[in-house]
């Protein structure tokens, strides 16, 4: 089956509804109280800043909070200056901008630190406000674009492999139901689903075969009793459930309470308009897929349907 662009923006534009723009995350390190409360109030209107009064505690919090836009440092604090202190967070946070403070001449150091990649700039003290923000701005503006990047290599390679995997299950299996298995599991990861599930269906009605996928265990089929997925079957289109909790419609279902489950995308899989199976995607929270995801959904979903129907044949 296909489906048109305007389905597509409608189904993208119900699972992007949720987003809500968030401040990036900055790290301020410094040892001077004085300094870092003012720069926790210069950016603390654009940015979610953490604080860290030495070196030792800023790495305590990035291992709590995770990654950042922005790290601002001291270079000259007790225990660790700020540059060594940089280096540390270049292996995991290898994205993160990082400025350096400096109240002195410390030039071998800086520009081993900026040459190295460590520091993205550095500012000497007492800073210009001005000059400070304009930097971090730039700063920020180079950490989204780096991150795009690195997520659209990331979704190049997942949907790379995920197509890899559709072609070489089905070339390998011996029969259909032998690669239900790993095909749930493939779409599973590359959507970081927490439950998946391939189904066969059987004139328009769901079959015992399936494959699941799960990242705690065992999941419950309770795919009979969801009105999505006889919607989906019936209509042969994708059908969405952002977040249940909320709707109306869903959300005193018991098999989605008792599971936990908080969205539900459902693709049939059809093959000139017969459905050949279902592929359930469960998510724990509300579900966040971007059109490029659900374009992937799309073709892999016709990729399944052509093979299953030539290992039925």
């Known amino acids: 089956m296909t489906y048109t662009i305007p389905e597509l923006d409608t189904i993208s534009r119900q699972l992007l509804s949720l987003e809500r723009p968030k401040k990036a995350k900055m790290l301020v390190v410094d040892d001077e109280p004085d300094n870092l409360d003012l720069l926790y109030r210069t950016f603390r209107r654009d940015f979610q800043v953490l604080k860290a009064e030495s070196g030792v505690h800023a790495l305590e919090v990035l291992a709590a909070e995770g990654e950042v836009a922005v790290i601002i440092s001291d270079q000259r604090m007790p225990e660790m200056k700020g540059t060594e202190f940089l280096s540390r967070t270049v292996p995991q946070f290898p994205d993160t901008m990082r400025i350096i403070l400096t109240g002195f001449t410390d030039v071998e150091d800086l520009v081993e630190a900026i040459n190295s990649g460590q520091v993205y700039k550095y500012i000497t003290k007492p800073w210009n406000p001005d000059e400070l923000k304009a930097v971090v701005q730039r700063a920020a503006e180079t950490y989204e674009l780096l991150k795009q990047r690195t997520e659209e290599l990331q979704r190049s390679q997942a949907q790379t492999a995920l197509l890899s995997t559709i072609v070489c299950t ?10 239900l298995e790993p095909l749930a599991v493939a779409f599973g990861k590359t959507f970081h689903a927490d439950g998946c599930i391939l ?43 952002v977040d249940i909790p909320s709707d109306s419609n869903l959300a005193s279902a018991e098999h989605y309470t008792s599971s936990g489950t908080q969205a539900h995308l ?28 659900l374009v992937l959904l799309h073709l892999s979903a016709q990729q399944v349907a052509i093979a299953l129907h030539g290992m039925s044949c």
């Open 170 to 179: 089905t070339q390998e299996a011996t029969t259909v139901e032998t690669c």
């Open 199 to 241: 189904q066969l269906v059987e004139g328009d009605a769901l079959a015992a075969s399936q494959g699941t996928f799960s990242v705690e265990g065992a999941i419950a089929n309770w795919l009979a009793q969801d009105s999505l997925t006889k919607a989906a079957i019936a209509a042969r289109k994708m059908e969405v459930a």
């Open 266 to 293: 459902i693709v049939p899989v059809v093959y000139r308009d017969t459905v050949l199976a279902v592929l359930s995607l469960q998510w724990k929270k509300p579900c966040t897929l971007r059109e490029d995801e």
